[in-house]
């Protein structure tokens, strides 16, 4: 082989570089946790040497932050994927959106250990713990657009999608952290049940008026 074809083969842009990195790390703490984490620890699980990580990130303030985006991004995509194979009645949207994190692929201890980790390092790490603000608030916005949609679909009755938001956020990370405690498949599905519940106690669909037949 030439040396020309043997560089494009290992050639890698920064950005490429960079995700190989979140990526490995990513899988790190999913082996041995937030805790026990570090660059050369990072760099034997991707084969990548020390150096490429201190070239491509300042700190494993910065490699947290970003797998904390890389993390969030996973469960974001496939959201929306599955709402987008859901019914288009904004309820069956709704309900897709809140049960992709509760699917196999996010109820795995792994997935969830990384979550719970950068939780725990949020509160000691200010970077980590705006990065993980930013991508609640995303997330809860997201959520709003889903509960107007729903709104609308009922004839823009006056329900509080603030409180909906707030109330079914507080509800999915209880049940994440729930799952990775006792691991209740019927804690999961009440729980789902529970937010539906409450949507239509607050975003009630309008009866249609009885029209009564005339003489």
């Given amino acids: ?16 570089r ?7 790390a990513f899988q790190c703490i999913q082996d041995v946790g937030y805790a026990k984490l ?6 034997e699980h ?4 020390l150096g490429h990580i201190t070239y491509h990130f300042k700190d494993m303030n910065e490699v947290l932050v970003e797998t ?12 929306f994927q599955d709402v987008s194979r859901s019914s288009k009645t904004p309820i069956e949207q709704l309900k897709a959106f809140l049960g992709t994190g509760f699917s196999s692929a996010f109820l795995k201890h792994e997935y969830l250990r990384v979550r719970v980790d950068l939780w725990s390092a949020a509160l000691s790490h200010a970077q980590i713990a705006e990065t993980e603000r930013e991508l609640y608030d995303r997330y809860r916005l997201n959520l709003v657009d889903v509960l107007q949609t ?4 009922r004839q823009g009755t006056d329900g509080d999608v603030a409180l909906l938001a707030d109330s079914i956020m507080a509800m999915l990370d209880g049940l994440w952290l729930d799952w990775e ?11 789902l049940e529970g937010c539906i519940r409450l949507v239509n106690a607050v975003l009630p669909a309008k009866e249609h008026p009885v029209i009564q037949p005339t003489n």
């Fill in 181 to 191: 405690r006792h691991h209740d498949d019927a804690s999961i599905r009440n729980g």
């Fill in 38 to 43: 570090t660059a050369r620890k990072i760099a």
């Fill in 68 to 79: 904390y985006r890389y993390a969030s991004r996973i469960l974001l995509d496939a959201t």
């Fill in 1 to 16: 082989m030439t040396e020309a074809k043997k560089k494009q083969r290992t050639f890698r842009s920064s950005e490429d």
């Fill in 46 to 49: 991707s084969n990548i040497s």
């Fill in 18 to 24: 960079r995700a190989e990195i979140i990526e490995a």
């Fill in 150 to 153: 729903v709104r609308e679909e």
